[in-house]
């Protein structure tokens, strides 16, 4: 099974405990910065970089304005274009259109590439509780699925793991012997065991990075390839996708494959961008429009613009929190800054958590190809949860105090003074393990006066 | 009510005020060779690029490396005296997967990516670029384009069931973000470009 539903930790725990192996945090952070490193040089080679952004940020936000009317258009083309299009509202009803077209065909086994919105609805969960197999195909997929996990990352999803580990999982599950680690090697193993899968599977799904309302077509981007080797093979295609992966025009794919790519991984383009707009001759091809909590996202004004979101993954691979904090802290199936604008919407008690796991530095708005103001949206997140009451009580009474010692100019100067007191004369009161700030950091050397204190000393005589 | 209905009625109810759809800026590529250009991306991205003067210069450099034991297919006519287009029917896909090396054609390249834009009446079978262990795109050489806005200008409406840009070797680097041509599709990729 994967991971369960209940919280027993929040972030904070969680990032706690990934903490307490420094050196792996240590390889954790710089392998995302080098994915950060490779984002800034491709997107630096593009002069006009800024206006793409600010183009694409508009396409979006254009069709959310008028995502009914191009929901309508979508289905219709794709309808003529010979597709099936099914509705699903929530992620149970997705999860039993999937099973019923399954059930339909008499297949019992499917293949999969990366759809992050499956991840969302839990699909394999599911199925295999109604006896059904699914196997993902993406590498890195499939390896957090043969360690029992979920992905910790939108696009790189075993990024957590060390190639020894991998070594060590394919081991176990696929018999290979103990102790590889070459990337190279277990690549080709597994190549080899997915090649059996993709030619003996009837029915593959795929996610859809975009969908085109004026042709009824959608995109499906990999480097693997395996989207197309499951789709292509089998007898029943199944493409999930949420509502707001609508663009209207094909032309408008020119300024999203520009930026898709070059933010997630720095590479120019993904190997393939593959167009379907029709089945095979004789085949099926049935696509699942999932709302799932986006229409009610996109009543929210403070927080609508986060349905812009191309999945990219920038926001996480630039967050200092995620990138020392691991994805499996956020608990939900998109982690790091924007899952954590989009989880409290879904369930907001369960995500509650999530925006206080930021430092608001905002590089996640500045990475971002859709210019979603993220860390705006993860302060506003953060008013919301204390006013529903879901706020750690810890931090509520924290705020409290912080807000009686701010509001009154005397008790702010004496705490201060008390402050500078306790470090310099008790040093150890402050730095031990009550104190959060204490925690992987070193108490800075108290200064000997406030700035007020000194003000009134310096200040020049003449005014 | 149903999902459908109920689906399109929140979303009309909760979208924003219609905002303008705005008109895509013109874009330029800086370097003006868009054959240079395209073959330094190309193999950056782990393609050969080889610039040829026809179907038999290809041939000649395929067969280096493709002996008789090689199954070699193809959709294209010009090279049907090495290659093999008895088996490009779609309920024939599965006996595909001991191909060693298809040839297909290319439309079209962009420079700013390496990429090649390729659509299924040029495959025979849709999964023939994926499923082959080594992949060869011929592609004429002035037909290049330098950025995907102009791909997509040069597409326009055209009619197709299936199109793909295909740009390098299947690969990943899932493990550590180590790079690995050959992931699932073609561990290699040539292209040819042709006068």
Redesign the interface.
């Known amino acids: 099974m994967r991971m369960k539903e209940e919280h027993t930790k929040d972030h904070a725990a969680l990032a706690e405990d990934f903490n307490q192996d420094e050196p792996r945090v240590n390889w954790h952070d710089e ?1 995302l910065w ?2 950060r490193e490779k984002r800034d040089r491709a997107a630096f080679a593009i ?2 970089w800024e ?2 952004r600010e ?1 694409a940020s ?2 979006k ?2 069709t ?5 009317q191009y ?2 258009q979508f289905e219709a083309n794709a309808q003529a274009n010979g597709m099936t299009v099914h ?3 929530d992620a149970q ?1 997705h999860n039993q259109i999937v099973h019923s077209i399954l059930q339909q065909h008499g297949v019992t086994q499917m293949v999969k590439s990366k759809s992050m919105l499956t991840e969302e609805c839990h699909l394999n969960d599911y199925l295999e509780q109604q006896g059904l197999e699914v196997i993902d ?4 997929e499939r ?1 957090v699925q043969l360690a029992k996990e979920p992905p910790s990352h939108i696009v ?4 957590h793991l ?2 020894e580990e ?1 070594g060590n999982i394919f081991h176990q599950h696929l018999g290979t012997e103990a102790g590889l680690s070459d ?2 090697i ?3 193993t597994a ?1 080899q065991h ?2 059996e899968t ?2 003996t599977r009837k029915a593959a799904l795929t996610g859809v990075n975009f969908a085109i309302a004026e ?1 009824g077509e959608f995109v499906v981007c990999t ?4 989207a ?2 499951g789709a ?2 089998a007898d029943v295609h199944i493409a999930s996708m949420g ?1 707001e992966k609508l663009i ?1 025009r ?6 999203f ?2 930026l898709l790519t070059r933010s997630a ?1 720095g ?17 099926e091809l049935h696509l699942i ?1 999932v ?1 799932n909590g986006r ?2 996202q ?2 929210r ?1 403070d927080f ?1 613009n986060s349905l812009k979101c191309i999945r990219c993954g920038a926001c996480m691979n630039t967050c200092p929190v995620y990138r020392r904090s691991g994805g499996h802290s956020y608990q939900s199936a998109v982690a790091g800054p924007i899952g954590s604008i989009l989880a409290p919407n879904l369930d907001m008690k369960k995500h509650a958590d999530l925006p206080f796991a930021s430092t608001l530095c905002g590089s996640c708005s500045n990475v971002c190809p859709v210019k979603i103001d993220i860390h705006t949206q993860l302060y506003k997140w953060r008013q919301v949860i204390v006013k529903e009451g879901y706020a750690d009580p810890k931090k509520a009474i924290g705020m409290k105090a912080m807000n009686l010692v701010l509001s009154s100019p005397n008790t702010f100067k004496l705490s201060g003074k008390a402050g500078r007191w306790f470090m310099k004369t008790v040093p150890f009161l402050v730095s031990n393990q009550m104190n959060p700030w204490y925690k992987q950091r070193e108490m800075p050397q108290p200064p000997k006066e406030s700035f007020g204190e000194w003000y009134r000393k310096n200040r020049p005589q003449h005014d | 009510m149903t999902s459908r209905e109920r689906i399109l009625a929140a979303v009309a109810q909760n979208q924003p005020a219609l905002t303008p759809l705005p008109l895509v800026p013109s874009f330029q590529l800086e370097t003006p060779d868009l054959v240079e250009k395209f073959s330094q991306v190309a193999v950056n991205i782990g393609s050969w690029v080889l610039e040829v003067r026809d179907y038999e210069e290809i041939q000649e450099i395929l067969l280096q490396d493709f002996k008789a034991h090689h199954r070699i297919i193809s959709h294209v006519p010009e090279v049907s005296s090495f290659a093999d287009a008895t088996a490009l029917e779609d309920p024939q896909r599965h006996l595909l997967e001991n191909v060693d090396l298809a040839i297909i054609k290319g439309h079209f390249g962009v420079a700013e990516n390496g990429a090649c834009w390729v659509t299924e009446d040029l495959l025979g079978v849709r999964v023939v670029p994926f499923i082959c262990q080594h992949l060869a795109i011929i592609l004429p050489k002035h037909q290049m384009v330098p950025l995907m806005h102009d791909a997509y200008e040069k597409i326009g409406d055209a009619e197709y069931g299936y199109g793909v840009f295909i740009a390098g070797p299947s690969k990943t680097a899932d493990i550590e973000q180590s790079l690995v041509l050959g992931a699932h599709g073609p561990r290699t990729l040539t292209v040819f470009l042709m006068e």
């Open positions: 392998t080098f994915i002069p006009d206006l793409l183009t508009q396409i936000f254009h959310l304005s008028n995502l009914s929901l309508q509705w699903a509202a009803e195909s993406d590498l890195g390896i790189l999803p075993c990024i060390k190639k991998i990337p190279q277990l690549t080709e190549r997915l090649r993709f030619l042709t480097n693997e390839g395996n197309d080797m292509h093979l509502i209207p094909r032309s408008d794919l020119g300024v494959l520009r991984t590479q120019p383009i993904t190997t393939y961008s593959s167009h379907f707009k029709k089945p095979r001759p004789g085949h429009l709302d229409s009610v996109l009543g004004e609508r």
